[in-house]
C-alpha cells in the first residue's frame, strides 16, 4: 500500500517513481513527476544561480600582496633572530676562550719557582713581560715568558709564551714558543711587596718572589676597539707563600 503524505497543504499519494496523485473526492489526479527540483549538494565555487565563484585579478592582487608582506616580516624576524643568537653565541666562545688564556697564565705563576742560592734561576717581572721559572705539570723545572707583539689589526697584539727546560738553557733551538691568544688589547703586571707593602710595576728583587701578582688582560671579543672584554685575576706564587711562612715561624 502506498503511503499518503501532505504536500503542500494537499493529501497526496505517493506512487512508484516518485509519482504523486492527488486524492479529491474520491479520485485520483495524476500530477506526474515532482515539479521542485530534486535537493543536492552543490559543489563549492557556486553560487545559487549556478554560476561559478572566482576571483578579480584585484582580489588576486591584494591576496598575493599582503601574502609577501607577511612572508617578508616572517622571514626578517627570524633572520635578524638568528643573527642575533649566532653573534652572541660568538662573543660567549671569544669570552670563555679568553678566561682558559688568563687561567692557564695564572696557572704557571701559581707553580713559579725561585732559589735564592742559584743566580740563573730568578723572577724578573715588568710591567709588559714576565720571566720566571716554574714547575711543569710533568716536575720539569722550566723557563716561562709572557710577552706580547704586534699584530697586523690596529691595536692588537699578540699574546705569546716561551718555555724551554732548566736543563736546556744553553740551547736556544729547544725553546718553544707558543701563542696563546691572537686578540689582545693591552696586558698588564703588577707585583706587592710585602716587605714596604707596596704594588710594583716592576719587581724590584730577581732572586725572591713577590708574595702576589696581579694579572690584567684585554681581550677584543670583535673587530671594533670598544668591544673589549678586561679580565684580572690575582695569583698567589705557592713558593712565595711557604718561605714567608717558615719565616714567620723562626721569628
Known amino acids: 500500500m502506498n503511503p499518503v503524505r501532505d504536500f503542500k497543504g494537499e493529501r497526496v499519494l505517493i506512487t512508484g517513481m516518485g509519482n504523486k496523485e492527488k486524492i479529491y473526492s474520491g479520485k485520483k489526479v495524476d500530477y506526474g513527476y515532482p515539479r521542485q527540483p530534486i535537493p543536492y549538494d552543490k559543489p563549492t565555487g557556486y553560487i545559487s544561480n549556478g554560476v561559478k565563484k572566482g576571483f578579480t585579478l584585484v582580489e588576486l592582487l591584494v591576496g598575493v600582496t599582503i601574502f609577501a608582506i607577511v612572508a617578508a616580516c616572517v622571514y626578517t624576524s627570524l633572520y635578524l633572530g638568528i643573527k642575533v643568537f649566532k653573534s652572541e653565541e660568538n662573543q660567549d666562545l671569544k669570552l670563555q676562550e679568553a678566561i682558559l688564556t688568563l687561567d692557564q697564565m695564572a696557572q704557571r705563576i701559581r707553580s713559579s719557582f725561585i732559589n735564592p742560592e742559584n743566580e740563573e734561576i730568578r723572577f724578573m717581572g715588568t710591567e709588559d713581560r714576565l720571566d720566571f721559572f716554574s714547575v711543569s705539570t710533568n716536575g720539569d723545572l722550566e723557563r716561562m715568558v709572557f710577552y706580547l707583539e704586534p699584530a697586523q689589526e690596529d691595536g692588537l697584539f699578540f699574546l705569546y709564551q716561551s718555555r ?21 688589547r693591552g696586558l698588564k703586571f703588577s707585583y706587592f711587596n710585602k716587605k714596604d707593602k707596596i704594588w710594583h710595576a716592576d ?5 725572591r718572589l713577590p708574595e702576589l701578582v696581579k694579572l690584567e688582560v684585554g681581550f677584543n671579543r670583535q673587530n671594533k676597539k670598544e668591544d673589549t672584554v678586561n679580565l684580572a685575576k690575582y695569583v698567589y706564587p705557592m713558593c712565595s707563600q711557604q718561605i714567608d711562612f717558615s719565616q714567620d715561624e723562626e721569628s
Open 203 to 207: 719587581w724590584p728583587d730577581e732572586l
Open 164 to 184: 724551554c727546560k732548566y736543563t736546556e738553557l744553553g740551547d736556544e733551538t729547544l725553546t718553544k714558543v707558543e701563542l696563546i691568544h691572537s686578540k689582545v
